[in-house]
C-alpha cells in the first residue's frame, strides 16, 4: 500500500471551515502538516497567501504537485473520493443530496454570515458596536440551527447522526458551527436533535482533537 500524499493545510484556530477539515482529515486517518493563517493579524491578506487564495479566506490545502485546494465542503469531498473509508456521504443519490443540503445549510447559509470579514465591515461601515455585532451573531445562528432542527426532528432517515448512525458531512458541518458558537460564547435554545448530535460527535476523537481550544494559537 503506497504512504498517504503529505498534504498541508493552512489554518487558524477559531474557524469554522478549518474545524472541517481537521475533522475529516483524522477520520480517515490522515495528516496535514499546518501554516497558521493569523486572520486576527491580517495574514490572510499578504500577497503570499492571496497567491494560493484569492478570497483571502482559509482553510486552503495543498498536495505537492497539486494547485491549492479551497473552500471546506470541496476539500471534504475532495479527501472523500480520495481516501473512500470511512465514507463521508451516502452510497445512494437521494442520501448524498441530502447530508449536501443539510451542510450547505450550515457552511454556505449560515457560517458565512459571522466570518471576519462580516465582522469587519458591520464594525466599520456597518456602524455596529459589539452588542449589535453579538446580536447579528445570535440572529443567524439561532435562525440556522433552528432550521437545521426542523430539517432533522422526525425525518426517518435522522438517525444517531444527521443522516443514519455514523457521521459524516452534515455533522462535521454541524459540529464546526457547534464549535465556533463556543468559541463566541453563543447559545440557541430549542434544538434538542442537533444537540444531541453534537454531543455525540464530540465523543468521537477526530472531533474531540479538532476543538479550536486545543489548535496552535488559541488563547491560553
Aim: with cysteine; hydrophobic share 45%.
Amino acid at each position: 500500500m503506497s504512504n498517504p500524499p503529505a498534504y498541508e493545510l493552512f489554518a487558524f484556530w477559531r474557524t469554522s471551515a478549518t474545524y472541517r477539515v481537521r475533522v475529516a482529515l483524522a477520520l480517515k486517518g490522515l495528516t496535514a502538516h499546518e501554516h497558521i493563517v493569523n486572520l486576527d493579524a491580517g495574514e490572510q491578506r499578504s500577497p503570499e497567501f492571496l497567491r494560493i487564495n484569492p478570497l483571502a479566506a482559509i482553510p486552503a490545502l495543498v498536495e505537492p504537485g497539486h494547485p491549492p485546494l479551497t473552500q471546506s465542503l470541496a476539500i471534504l469531498e475532495f479527501l472523500d473520493e480520495q481516501h473512500p473509508s470511512p465514507p463521508l456521504l451516502p452510497a445512494d443519490a437521494h442520501g448524498r443530496a441530502r447530508v449536501r443540503s443539510i451542510a450547505l445549510m450550515l457552511a454556505a447559509d449560515t457560517h458565512p454570515l459571522i466570518t471576519p470579514r462580516v465582522r469587519k465591515y458591520l464594525t466599520t461601515t456597518g456602524g455596529f458596536d459589539d452588542a449589535g455585532w453579538r446580536a447579528w451573531q445570535q440572529q443567524w445562528f439561532g435562525t440556522g440551527l433552528q432550521a437545521v432542527e426542523q430539517r432533522l426532528a422526525g425525518d426517518p432517515a435522522t438517525g444517531l447522526f444527521c443522516h443514519g448512525d455514523q457521521p459524516g458531512l452534515a455533522d462535521i458541518s454541524l459540529a464546526s458551527i457547534a464549535a465556533v458558537m463556543q468559541v463566541f460564547k453563543i447559545s440557541v435554545e430549542g434544538t434538542p436533535t442537533v444537540d444531541a448530535i453534537v454531543a455525540r460527535c464530540n465523543q468521537i476523537d477526530a472531533f474531540a482533537h479538532a476543538a479550536p481550544a486545543l489548535q496552535v494559537g488559541a488563547p491560553g
